[in-house]
């Protein structure tokens, strides 16, 4: 087994922890008719109009876990860099906030991190998964997300930087007029501190 492991590559990509906020309240309050038709509506805004929903790694109640390796990203139609990414959940958590009807949707909380250290593995059979440090560290940077607010990591806003020089665009391009000066935190079980940044979906 530890020679099988030590072969795997790394494989490296953008993981995104995304949370519906109050879903359980709704659940004491409501019927499966009411908190399951707004679980979808959000759930299909989040993944299917940016095609993510093949995506998809995991969820866990109402919080998913998506995780786009570089090579799939560069394969998408458009879109296809960092910064694209962000604009798509950006433009998601904006539409689920601002509908006319409130009613439809609940409001999100995201954290997004670029992995570096995660390896394509699984330990059951039949299924798919990412492991690693940088998986990690993303699920400590949701404890820095409220409803409505993405958090990034620096390393991802470093890559959407570069890309933004790429395509010659403005610093403050898009929603990044939006983002906060960079934070610091000492995650628990993480050696050193992690730098991030927020957004809040206004």
Request: glycine letters at 6%; hydrophobic letters at 35%; aromatic letters at 12%.
């Amino acid at each position: 087994m530890t020679h099988a492991l030590e072969g795997i590559p790394r494989c490296p990509g953008t993981c995104f922890f995304m949370d519906i906020n109050r879903s359980t309240d709704i659940k004491y309050s409501g019927g499966l008719g009411d908190w399951g038709r707004k679980l979808n509506n959000t759930f299909n805004i989040l993944l299917y109009t940016n095609h993510f929903q093949d995506n998809v790694v995991k969820g866990i109640g109402d919080e998913i876990m998506l995780y786009i390796p570089d090579d799939e990203l560069l394969k998408k139609s458009s879109n296809n860099h960092y910064f694209g990414l962000l604009e798509d959940i950006f433009a998601s958590l904006f539409i689920i906030k601002n509908h006319a009807d409130s009613e439809l949707f609940l409001n999100c909380k995201v954290a997004i991190h670029y992995c570096a250290e995660v390896f394509n593995i699984t330990f059951f059979q039949g299924a798919n998964d990412y492991y690693g440090s940088d998986i990690d560290l993303t699920a400590r940077l949701m404890t820095k997300s409220i409803e409505n607010r993405i958090v990034v990591s620096e390393t991802f806003f470093n890559k959407v930087q570069l890309d933004l020089s790429r395509l010659g665009l403005p610093e403050d391009e898009g929603c990044l007029d939006k983002v906060s000066d960079k934070c610091s935190e000492h995650f628990k079980g993480v050696p050193t501190p992690t730098d991030y940044r927020i957004i809040d979906v206004k």
